[in-house]
């Protein structure tokens, strides 16, 4: 393979969502020669999708707010299972990250003060989502594309990586193909960041695009690094389920934050059903408190509505299966008898367009019909809060791809920060890492000549599986066996049926040449959502308790002894070896914080 | 509910190609890019399409579906009826990569081509403040998502290859309208609009605002507002001196 297209450069960010562009724009100013890698054209990453805001505690609108508030909301949003210092972290540096977006040309829609206004989610004590309108994603993605290309950083885009490169126990590069013509190309590189997002296109009712197929997840365990939370995967609330092809389309949490309230069939405010022990104190116990709070957020509680995104979709969960569903197997999403007609379409114009043009339905006058779909994975590289470093030197990992930050469950606007938290973090420390080695890892051509072997395994026979058919099995067996409530016998049925997917995705056979050859993308892609299937079932299996984005049906209650151990994954042979593993301890006075009653 | 329907996708690369036809299922509430997903599972595993978000926020799946651009995920089946042959062919106005993938490349050059924005040097991070009213110009043009069918319609670039190099096209006239009309910027790009991305070969036919999926109103408030800009720096001697004797950031202004 001498005649492979190489580059070299210091640091290589793969992805170009929120997390990958803030750690090359980070790691390019830290003086290090950097690149982007992606799948997608610049400014296509998933980030776009993000609707509601960017959480950070900068007190525009509730002066009270402040980062320790954030950082409780958060690890009890994640039912403590969060590493601390991450959380710690974030919660204390996201109002700089905001601030510099807004430097850097985002235009935040504004307070009557002329500061950036902060809207209600769930989980948030206070109003803190920095947003525009309900298209918070796109505006983020475009300053931080816009700064990228000022700065002159290369992006390959539509450029795909299939493996980690290594020289020793540490990294050396990437290899990958570009999609267009499908020829191969190497980066050399002594640290590389993943950025890659997520594991959605293991699920059949998704909000992820195509590129959520767990790939930096995949790269890093087989690249030597661990995994953990891989059990705790968030089903969103609020999916679009009508008409059968949008089934699954996010719909915005800022609908509830704005006032729209969920109804069964019998038009019931169903949420005052599910108050769970845990937010009992903080949560309205009536309609006239929980409206009230809009306006006084001080002297009411929050609505159930706005209860963190696990509780809220097994209420939904509950309701249909009790047979109170919408007519296609959801609830009812009210915000018309809320809010004037006006109002709906000035905060939430992406919503109105979406219904309107998908659905036919006028979000204005009628309820939406909503159902849970899966939107995010909490599980991802183990890394170290401060540096965003996994146990490989100089592979780093931000973003979604990173696991800790978020314990067991997300609160929404908390991802848009943790993108820029992390990446700058991950940028920074990857761009000292490799501008402070004395010497450049080198890249073996027996480890070229295998990944290349790899990747062309599709094209040798003419006789294998649709890779098509392969992956929407996949699909069906995950979110059969290991979706929103799991139980023993099904986890374990999920892991036999695994082990026969180890016999076909290395059988799959695509058809035409390498020339843009969707086929032959998803054959590769395949082989890494099998390993974060196994990762995600086994774990899912090993924890016999319910916390956050995992519940089981078997063990309905959170275990305070699981409470303290996260599960982590490695890979081992052509499977997954798992092990429990203590939280790391969090220090005294932060532990104070929990002992006030919520404030 | 269901039914077969007929669909011509143009199938080839930059050597040439043809349509083919392909005899597929279509059921219940289904859009264009759903019937193209479903022809590539089942019928051509290599038919290359870009597609991300599936909902019309990401801008990947724009496309000529009936002779019309359109993005193919907020194409719904049901406005067409089932005897109805559906043709799906290539944006026009960039060179073919793969069936319906095209070489966007020459968006991304003149996007570089655009000074960033530029603060005052001694405003902080943290210390902007700007009203709604004064954001909310620039706003409606960051609604943009790039699909470039406004690119596409444009009838200075559509079939005038010639053109390209002096010309940036609606998305890029309009990215400098949204900057020039950012309460903070410093940076005059004037004259960038004027001579380099060719603000001059507009002649308001509004094709790029009628295909917008976003309904951005580029012509009536981001192309005509940046002649204006333009005209008043080339044939207006008093403005001239005026601006040459105001401040730099006189342009914001403060809630």
């Not at chain 1, 767990?214 to 679009?240: K, S, Y």
Request: hydrophobic share 35%; aromatic share 8%; proline share 4%.
């Amino acid at each position: 393979m001498s005649e492979i297209e190489r580059h070299a450069y210091d640091v290589v960010v793969i992805g170009a969502g929120g997390s990958g562009l803030r750690a090359a724009i980070e790691a390019h100013e830290q003086g290090a020669r950097t690149a982007i890698v992606c799948k997608s054209l610049l400014g296509k990453a998933h980030t776009v999708m993000a609707e509601g805001g960017i959480a950070a505690a900068m007190g525009n609108v509730w002066e009270q707010d402040n980062w320790q508030v954030h950082f409780r909301d958060t690890m009890r949003g994640g039912k403590m299972l969060n590493h601390w210092r991450m959380a710690q972290l974030h919660a204390q540096e996201a109002p700089d990250r905001v601030y510099e977006l807004e430097a850097w040309g985002a235009l935040f829609d504004r307070t009557k003060e002329g500061k950036i206004s902060q809207r209600d989610f769930g989980g948030h004590r206070y109003a803190r989502l920095a947003h525009v309108g309900d298209r918070t994603g796109l505006e983020m993605i475009r300053t931080l594309q816009q700064r990228a290309v000022s700065l002159g950083i290369d992006v390959f885009m539509e450029c795909t990586v299939t493996q980690l490169l290594k020289d020793g126990d540490r990294i050396a590069g990437a290899f990958g193909y570009w999609r267009e013509s499908g020829r191969f190309v190497c980066f050399e590189a002594p640290a590389v960041v993943l950025a890659t997002g997520g594991i959605g296109k293991t699920f059949q009712i998704t909000s992820n695009s195509w590129e959520y197929t767990g790939d930096g997840h995949a790269l890093a365990l087989r690249a030597g690094a661990t995994l953990i939370n891989m059990e705790f995967v968030q089903f969103h609330p609020t999916g679009m389920v009508w008409p059968p092809s949008v089934r699954g389309i996010l719909i915005t949490e800022s609908v509830r934050g704005e006032g729209g309230v969920l109804r069964n069939s019998e038009n019931k405010r169903f949420m005052f059903d599910y108050i769970s022990e845990y937010f009992k104190q903080e949560t309205a116990d009536s309609e006239d408190e929980a409206d009230r709070w809009y306006g006084d957020h001080v002297n009411n509680r929050r609505p159930p509505e706005l209860l963190p995104r696990d509780e809220v979709a097994r209420a939904i969960n509950s309701e249909v299966k009790a047979g109170r569903s919408s007519p296609h197997g959801g609830v009812f999403l009210d915000v018309a008898t809320r809010r004037s007609a006006e109002d709906i379409q000035r905060r939430l114009p992406s919503m109105y367009h979406q219904f309107k043009e998908l659905a036919d339905v006028d979000i204005t006058k009628e309820p939406m019909e909503v159902a849970p779909t899966c939107h995010y994975v909490m599980g991802g590289v183990e890394v170290d809060p401060d540096t965003a470093q996994s146990i490989v030197p100089g592979l780093y990992a931000a973003g979604e791809v990173a696991g800790g930050m978020h314990g067991s469950n997300r609160l929404g606007g908390n991802s848009l920060s943790d993108l820029l938290v992390f990446g700058k973090r991950a940028g920074e420390y990857a761009a000292q890492y490799a501008t402070g080695l004395d010497a450049r890892p080198a890249i073996a051509d027996a480890d070229l000549d295998g990944a290349g072997r790899h990747a062309l395994a599709p094209f040798e026979s003419d006789s294998g599986e649709n890779p098509y058919t392969v992956h929407q099995d996949l699909q069906k067996t995950m979110q059969s066996l290991c979706g929103i409530i799991r139980k023993e016998e099904e986890l374990r049925q999920a892991i036999d049926v695994l082990q026969e997917y180890k016999q076909r995705v290395p059988h799959t056979s695509v058809e035409g040449n390498r020339q843009y050859n969707p086929g032959w993308h998803l054959a590769l892609d395949l082989y890494n959502m099998l390993l974060v299937s196994e990762c995600l079932a086994r774990a899912a299996l090993e924890r016999t308790e319910s916390r956050g984005g995992h519940t089981r049906e078997d063990f309905p209650q959170a275990d305070p002894v699981w409470g303290t151990k996260n599960i982590v994954c490695r890979a081992e042979g052509d499977g997954v070896a798992i092990a429990a593993q203590p939280l790391p301890e969090m220090p005294d006075e932060l532990k104070k914080l929990f002992e006030e009653p919520a404030e | 509910m269901s039914y077969e329907a007929t669909f011509k996708v143009w199938r080839g690369n930059a050597d040439g190609g043809a349509f083919q036809d392909y005899t597929v299922a279509v059921n219940e509430g289904e859009v264009v890019l759903d019937i193209i997903h479903r022809i590539q599972a089942t019928q051509a595993g290599d038919l290359a399409v870009r597609w991300n978000c599936k909902a019309g926020k990401c801008g990947s799946c724009s496309a000529e579906v009936n002779g019309r651009p359109r993005l193919m995920c907020m194409t719904r089946m049901s406005t067409f009826t089932e005897q109805e042959t559906v043709t799906v062919n290539p944006i026009r106005t960039f060179p073919i990569i793969k069936d319906l993938v095209t070489d966007v490349s020459y968006n991304y050059e003149k996007a570089a081509q655009i000074q960033a924005f530029t603060p005052p040097a001694d405003v902080k991070p943290g210390e902007f403040r700007m009203q709604q009213v004064d954001v909310e110009r620039s706003q409606e043009f960051r609604k943009c998502i790039e699909c470039y069918l406004c690119q596409n319609v444009c009838h200075v670039i559509r079939d005038h290859e010639e053109n390209k190099p002096k010309f940036a096209g609606p998305r890029f006239l309009m990215r400098i309208a949204e900057l020039e009309m950012h309460p903070y910027d410093t940076a005059d790009r004037r004259k960038l609009a004027q001579e380099d991305f060719g603000l001059g070969f507009c002649n308001i036919t509004k094709c790029c605002t009628e295909v917008c999926p976003e309904n951005i109103h580029i012509t009536d408030n981001a192309l005509i507002p940046m002649k204006e800009r333009v005209v008043d720096t080339k044939y207006d001697p008093l403005g001239f001196l005026w601006r040459k004797f105001k401040s730099p950031d006189s342009k914001r202004s403060r809630g």
